[in-house]
């Protein structure tokens, strides 16, 4: 079976198969990342631009090392340094960025379908690495790879999704990849930050009670409060909002106790989870920052085209 999509722009466009081998495929590479020379000629030869026109610090910096160990030739820009900030627009970048032939461009936007825009432009293949809060497949299928390692499987999965759903792209990408590989999705946060018919998104539950979304949960994925994305004032402070929505050593043991608790970066300790929490033995948080590399590294692999996977 052979991976045929030219972009990644989403989870939604992806089947349950695209992403078991996505995932598969990640597997294979993170022994790479365990070796004392990390780097394979798989890629070598091609280019990938890395756009990234918001702040990141996870997935810009995965994203690059993945293209390096993959060998191929990799180049950053972001927003602040480029013409964008003299007033070129978003598709002109992108098609004197493909003047130079480039294979891959990964790109972050603030806008949500920026990934889709540059898609139906330009003919080199789009990674979207977060468009406004439409999605963030490639969190999403991190995320997946963790919880795979750790629960053997996804199928049959109760997983709890705590915090500013309303702004989130990791939720929504999250919520098709979890309901495609068979698992429920509780969501749960302020009435403020729930949007109005997220549940039909996937095998979703919403929740405004954050007891009853984590009772008996496998896993719990905790969110920041989006601050950047939100042009009203939606939760009365944040020591409320810690205290009502916050994960801490009391309410975690509501969970089942084999749960794992994750988190997609970066975390406000003390708000939406405690630093007890945090750095307790159920947290698999840099466990997801390692995974972000090989799948990162599957994702490019599997958009280029290459015909075999080499990894000596």
Request: hydrophobic share 40%; with cysteine; glycine share 8%.
């Amino acid at each position: 079976m052979s991976f045929q999509h030219k972009h990644i722009l989403g989870i939604e466009q992806l089947s349950s198969e695209d992403i078991q081998m996505i995932l598969d495929t990640g597997d294979a590479f993170k022994e790479v990342n365990t070796r004392d020379i990390k780097k394979v000629p798989t890629l070598r030869g091609k280019t990938i631009i890395n756009a990234f026109f918001e702040a990141s610090t996870r997935t810009r910096l995965s994203f690059e090392i993945a293209g390096k160990r993959l060998s191929a030739d990799t180049v950053n820009i972001s927003g602040s340094t480029s013409s964008v900030v003299k007033g070129e627009t978003l598709e002109d970048t992108a098609k004197n960025i493909e003047a130079m032939a480039p294979d891959i461009i990964v790109i972050r936007h603030g806008h949500s379908g920026s990934a889709h825009y540059l898609a139906e432009r330009v003919d080199c293949s789009i990674i979207n690495a977060g468009d406004g809060a439409h999605e963030h497949p490639s969190q999403a299928l991190l995320d997946l790879m963790t919880i795979r390692e750790h629960k053997g499987s996804i199928e049959g999965l109760e997983v709890a999704i705590v915090g500013d759903i309303t702004h989130s792209r990791v939720v929504r990408s999250n919520i098709y990849a979890l309901s495609k590989m068979g698992a429920k999705v509780r969501l749960c946060g302020p009435g403020t930050m729930l949007p109005i018919g997220i549940e039909r998104l996937g095998n979703v539950e919403v929740f405004t009670d954050m007891r009853d979304a984590i009772q008996d949960a496998d896993v719990v994925m905790m969110l920041r409060i989006q601050m950047e994305r939100q042009s009203n004032i939606m939760l009365p402070s944040l020591r409320e909002y810690a205290r009502f929505y916050g994960l801490n050593p009391t309410n975690v043991q509501l969970a089942k106790p084999d749960a794992i608790v994750m988190h997609p970066g970066p975390i406000n300790r003390g708000v939406e989870i405690s630093s007890v929490v945090a750095d307790g033995v159920q947290n698999v948080i840099l466990d997801q920052v390692e995974n972000g590399v090989a799948v990162r590294m599957a994702l490019l692999y599997l958009v280029s085209g290459v015909e075999s996977m080499q990894t000596k």
